[in-house]
């Protein structure tokens, strides 16, 4: 799944427009009569960093000896062609990724001005990955100058851990300019569109508590002569080569290895814990005030009490059940992870969650 993500993640495609407001309006995608082949590659000391208008994006000293043997084919097949082509009724194109290892599918829908991902399979899998919402991958045409961005849940699956997270992807159209290549062709009018996909969040196990956090930034550069996308970048330490028929072009893309953090519950005697109360805490991650809702509503007052990760508690009040709105403030706290204790009687409830300022 985590190699899903960043197939996602790094086939966004972009446009162009400065002034008269030229774009890039992708007039081949989903050719069916292009094939797209991907090759390991070693490139350091590159930087594509760099942002506004004029660009010039040199890759022209990446030295092709330094291809490694790892190869995977990228090609666009009519849907029928897909595994599973009646659950994606509605896309419009399916790129297919074959590797030594794997075959993986991502199933393309064109809704009106929007091409968004609507789903991923791996063959090997029992079922494809479905996303309760589309993630965006461009609107169409896109020009220079574009913001957006958009929350939406994710369903992640890594080392046994699976548990759905909120997904945070902040798209910016910030330059465009040159690009050149290492077989001497030089590509004017291309633009850049950066991507920024943020996941933080917590997964409770029979072994504890674990932080999960994802933290990736990938570039994508386009232009109209291809209508695909003509490089990616992805801050990581592996790299590859795209060919475009005999267009030899760089491309940077690796996974990201998510990050976890082992949590072990402090502060609490998990024996007096009651699981029977029903309640549910949001935003997690938290920043100004966490808001607690009820399955059953609230039948009497509760005490809650937050704890840092050493047990010391931090504050203490009452939650009202003649209340209708459920929150408490947590804008004295810094970023980290804490536990909140509810209790009546002999109920209790300890929820872990997160604060990010």
């Known amino acids: 799944m985590i190699k899903n993500l960043s197939i996602v993640l790094s086939l966004m495609v972009l446009g162009i427009g400065l002034v008269a407001q030229p774009v890039i309006s992708l007039p081949l995608l989903g050719d069916q009569d292009k094939v797209y082949t ?34 995977s084919f990228q090609e666009f097949i009519p849907l029928l062609e897909a595994p599973f082509s009646n659950l994606f009724s509605n896309a419009d194109f399916v790129l297919r990724e074959t ?20 789903g991923l399979y791996t063959e090997g899998d029992t079922l494809p990955a ?20 958009e929350t939406i849940p994710f369903v992640f699956d890594f080392a046994d851990l699976v548990d759905t997270f909120q997904l945070t ?40 508590i674990f932080r999960v956090v994802v933290d990736q930034t990938s570039y994508l550069f386009l232009n109209n002569d291809f209508g695909v996308p003509v490089a990616t970048y992805t801050r990581q330490t592996a790299t590859f080569f795209l060919v475009l028929g005999p267009i030899q072009v760089p491309i940077f893309e690796l996974p990201a290895e998510p990050s976890l953090e082992f949590y072990s519950v402090l502060g609490t005697n998990t024996d007096e814990i009651s699981s029977d109360l029903e309640v549910q805490l949001f935003p997690n991650p938290a920043s100004d005030f966490i808001h607690l809702s009820f399955g059953e509503g609230l039948p009497k007052d509760m005490v809650y009490e937050i704890f840092d990760l050493s047990g010391k508690s931090l504050m203490t009040g009452i939650i009202s059940a003649e209340s209708s709105i459920h929150q408490i403030e947590t804008k004295t706290l810094s970023s980290g992870m804490y536990q909140l204790s509810l209790s009546s009687n002999s109920t209790r409830k300890v929820i872990p969650f997160l604060v990010k300022k």
């Open 169 to 208: 992807n902040a798209y910016e159209a910030d330059a465009w300019g040159e690009l050149r290549l290492p077989n001497g062709i030089e590509l004017q009018n291309t633009m850049r569109l950066k991507a920024k996909s943020d996941i933080d969040g917590l997964i409770e196990t029979d072994e504890g």
């Open 99 to 118: 590797s030594e290892f794997s075959v993986d599918y991502n199933y393309l829908e064109l809704k009106s001005d929007r091409l968004v991902v609507i």
């Open 38 to 71: 991907f090759r390991t590659a070693a490139a350091g000391g590159l930087n594509v960093d760099v942002a506004g208008p004029n660009v010039v994006w040199d890759l022209s000293n990446i030295d092709p000896d330094s291809i490694l043997p790892e190869i």
């Open 130 to 149: 479905f996303f309760p919402e589309p993630i965006l991958l461009t609107p169409l045409p896109l020009e220079f100058g574009f913001t957006e961005s």
